[in-house]
């Protein structure tokens, strides 16, 4: 990786010019194209493995990779949607190296959908906790395609044809994970309700 001389970047730089330059090996052409997508390609890294600092090793590797494929990288796709399928590859890759431990998803407040119950007591933060909990644990159960899908959509709240594109997949077998992984989902916090209920 030789960065090249004269390499003059700013904010404003038209990210095709920068694609340009990195391709033609300017490491600092990269490292401000990447630069532009990294928070966003951490908190998806962070969604899927759950953990900060292993989190920022997979974007370190999915930085990486984007680095030695980047002569390859022909336009079709936009660049975060091809970032986010390295992203998602290397996440996946790590979690399947992870078979001894349980992984978990973590899940936000606000990507939880909850209604604002009327009083905010132990109670009702307590179950809200719960709910949160059930959730990391069902979505963490669902195979990679599922997980994937979920996370991408729901979480992050992509679009599903550019969610669809990251993955690798038509937007029709796209939502049919999508559609899968929901009912798992639910199932899985209902029986978490149940047996809550129960004890």
């Not at 975060?80 to 790590?94: C, K, M, P």
Request: charge should be positive.
């Amino acid at each position: 990786m030789t960065r090249l001389l004269g390499s003059q970047l700013t904010a404003n730089t038209p990210e095709r010019e920068l694609i340009g330059r990195a391709q033609a090996g300017d490491v600092a052409a990269f490292e401000a194209l990447a630069g532009v997508h990294a928070d966003r390609l951490y908190a998806v890294v962070l969604r899927f493995v759950g953990d900060c600092c292993e989190a920022e090793d997979v974007l370190q590797e999915t930085l990486l990779r984007a680095w030695r494929g980047i002569g390859r990288f022909q336009g079709r796709a936009m660049v975060f949607t091809w970032l986010y399928r390295i992203a998602v590859n290397e996440s996946n890759r790590a979690l399947e190296r992870r078979v001894r431990r349980r992984a978990t998803v973590p899940v936000d407040e606000e990507a939880v959908q909850v209604p604002a119950p009327l009083q905010d007591g132990p109670a009702d933060r307590a179950e809200q906790r719960e709910l949160r909990e059930a959730l990391q644990v069902a979505i963490a159960k669902l195979s990679p395609p599922y997980r994937t899908a979920l996370v991408l959509r729901d979480v992050e709240g992509l679009s599903t044809r550019d969610a669809a594109r990251i993955v690798g997949v038509g937007e029709a077998a796209f939502k049919s994970r999508l559609h899968q992984a929901r009912l798992k989902v639910r199932a899985s916090v209902s029986d978490a309700a149940l047996v809550a209920a129960a004890s």
